[in-house]
Nanobody
Framework: QVHLLESGGGSVQAGGSLRLSCTAS????????MGWFRQAPGKERERVAT???????WYLDSVKGRFFISQDENKNILYLHMSSLKSEDTAMYYC????????????WGQGTQVTVSS
């Protein structure tokens, strides 16, 4: 059974940084696209960053230059490094396992809350 477990969320002041981690069990990141999504209260879930099998990274425009996605394949951990955080980054952040080129979401984690205060 596949489990994706996020960690690293918390409360931070605007301008601060956080690093989210997603540890997979029953699943290998190798050969799959992995990504981070977020959902703010009253808003739809949106894709934040993905890393596909060609090592191509995609970022939501509003986080470009501030967020960085990376992966430790040996440890099967996906990271989202977030800096210069803004209040509008406040959301529940979800790790997701997708098909090879990110066309389809196969698995979700349960999420970790990020709250940015101004």
């Amino acid at each position: 059974q596949v489990h994706l477990l996020e960690s690293g969320g918390g409360s931070v002041q605007a301008g601060g940084s956080l690093r989210l981690s997603c540890t997979a069990s029953g699943y290998s990141y190798s050969g799959h696209c992995m990504g981070w999504f977020r959902q703010a209260p009253g808003k739809e879930r949106e894709r934040v960053a993905t890393l596909d099998v060609a090592r191509t990274k995609w970022y939501l425009d509003s986080v470009k230059g501030r967020f960085f996605i990376s992966q430790d394949e040996n440890k099967n951990i996906l990271y989202l490094h977030m800096s210069s955080l803004k209040s509008e980054d406040t959301a529940m952040y979800y790790c997701a396992a997708l098909s090879r080129y990110c066309e389809r979401i196969d698995y979700w984690g349960q999420g970790t809350q990020v709250t940015v205060s101004s």
